[in-house]
């Protein structure tokens, strides 16, 4: 069992234990992730970072959720979402900022033969790669087309 797997489980004693009925759901949500994920590689040890990619997949679509929520006009709805990124993020390491995200995109991009759209793929590749999670898509997408002239 991974470092943060074993952290999820003792997070949800703490949860049943507290009747913490929200934290309870988002931690059991993970979970089932997770054991999907086990099910599917036929009962494999799954390591902290596929563990961590499922939480980004859940925080992903809770922010999907939050946004919905919001462009409905629904409070409620968008503030049990933000109560769930809350937990969420506990669980997830520290974002980068822009000035670091933009540090590695140059890097990056300088280390690159190709320039222009062409490069844009191998360079998000890349980046990706050297943040581990620290950085959403999306940023990471704007900050390299930025660091290659395109916008």
Not at 81 to 101: H, N, Q, S, T, W
Not at 121 to 142: N, P, Y
């Amino acid at each position: 069992m991974s470092a943060l797997e074993a952290r999820l489980n003792e997070d949800l004693k703490t949860a049943l234990r507290e009747r913490d009925a929200l934290r309870r759901g988002v931690i059991q949500m993970i979970r089932s992730q997770i054991l999907l994920e086990r099910k599917k590689g036929s009962h494999e040890e799954i390591d902290d970072a596929r563990v961590l990619r499922l939480i980004q997949g859940h925080a992903k679509k809770v922010r999907e959720a939050l946004e919905q929520a919001e462009a409905v006009g629904r409070q409620d709805l968008a503030e049990q979402a933000r109560k769930e990124l809350e937990i969420v993020d506990g669980y997830l390491p520290a974002a980068l900022g822009a000035e670091e995200l933009a540090r590695i995109v140059e890097a990056v991009v300088a280390a690159q033969t190709d320039r222009g759209p062409k490069a844009m793929g191998a360079v998000i590749k890349e980046v990706l790669a050297r943040t581990e999670g620290r950085a959403d898509g999306k940023s990471v997408q704007a900050a390299v087309r930025k660091g290659l002239g395109l916008g």
